[in-house]
């Protein structure tokens, strides 16, 4: 069940999904189960010609073929270690004058106070708990846990899995790996990467990767 489900002045717009990889699957089938009206979804090296009956429209210069004011873009880009082209993307769009749709799954559970950014996406079986706030265009992934009072910043990453423990800081562009654990009051700096199964147990540096149990910054 949802404790609350976020409300957004256009999530009554029809949607166009960029992308047309992994991740926009997940997202295309979220929206369905959802009932939300999808377009079709953008994708220049698309494999598919549809997925779950939702056409590929072309390429992403489709996208500026619709007014901005009459629908909602989905950022179906996922990412592994770097969100750049992601932020890239979300960026690029909204200096078109396109908005970004919240997508929640409806097995997410998030406390009645969290604070979701434009265009994050929530997927199947997280758990946000009370004071989170989660940034524009990030991504929490499946079954990830987020205890009370986290701030996860613009275009992150949380993988599946992940949990971060009570008042972690998680600054823009950082990607949490697959599994990670991240104990309380730990601060995680810009466009980091934490590993997958990290267990980090101090701050980590803006533009660093931290991985193993301990998490200790990966050297080459």
Known sequence: MIC?????????????I????????VLIATLLMLGRSIIG???????????????????????????ARNIRLVNGV???????????????FKEHGFSFGTVVHPTAIIALDVRLGEGAQIMAGVVIQPGGRVGANAIVNTGAVIDHDCNVGAHVHIAPGAALSGNVRIAIGAHIGTGATIIQSTRIGAWSL????AVVIR??????????????????
């Open 4 to 16: 609350n489900k976020p409300q957004s002045s256009g999530e009554d717009q029809p949607v166009i």
């Open 18 to 25: 960029l992308g047309g990889g992994g991740h926009a699957k």
């Open 41 to 67: 979804f953008v994708d220049p090296a698309a494999s598919k010609k549809s997925i779950f009956g939702v056409k590929c429209l072309g390429d992403d210069s489709v996208v500026l073929h619709h007014k």
């Open 78 to 92: 996922g990412s592994i270690g770097s969100n750049s082209s992601r932020c890239d993307l979300f960026n690029r």
């Open 194 to 197: 934490v590993g997958a199964g």
């Open 203 to 220: 701050n980590v540096p803006a533009r660093a990767a931290f991985v193993g149990v301990p998490a200790k910054p990966l050297t080459k």
